[in-house]
Nanobody, 118 residues
Framework: QVQLVESGGGLVQAGGSLRLSCAAS????????MGWYRQAPGKERELVAA???????NYADSVKGRFTISRDNAKNTLYLQMNSLKPEDTAVYYC????????????WGQGTQVTVSS
């Protein structure tokens, strides 16, 4: 079993930066990919960025050039560096991990609020 604990959310002005962290614990050896999702009020949850165990990354078009996903395998920690934040980035951000075992299983963090004021 994997537990994900997020931190780093908060309130910032447009143009500012935040760095989200997601600490993974438990059976982390099972993780094949991790990512950040977000959900704004009235909208569906969407993938923001993802990274595989091999280091390949993928970003939503809306955040390319502004956000960077990275990981520290030694610390079992996932990061999302968010620069040039816009009001439309306001959402609850969730850490996700995909595990491969007998069956696939997705783990989720509790979510952290990011609010960008204009």
């Amino acid at each position: 079993q994997v537990q994900l604990v997020e931190s780093g959310g908060g309130l910032v002005q447009a143009g500012g930066s935040l760095r989200l962290s997601c600490a993974a614990s438990g059976d982390t050896i099972c993780i094949s990919a991790m990512g950040w999702y977000r959900q704004a009020p009235g909208k569906e949850r969407e993938l923001v960025a993802a990274i595989t165990s091999g280091g390949s990354t993928n970003y939503a078009d809306s955040v390319k050039g502004r956000f960077t996903i990275s990981r520290d395998n030694a610390k079992n920690t996932l990061y999302l560096q968010m620069n040039s934040l816009k009001p439309e980035d306001t959402a609850v951000y969730y850490c996700n991990a995909i595990c491969r075992g007998v069956i696939r299983f997705d783990y989720w963090g509790q979510g952290t609020q990011v609010t960008v004021s204009s």
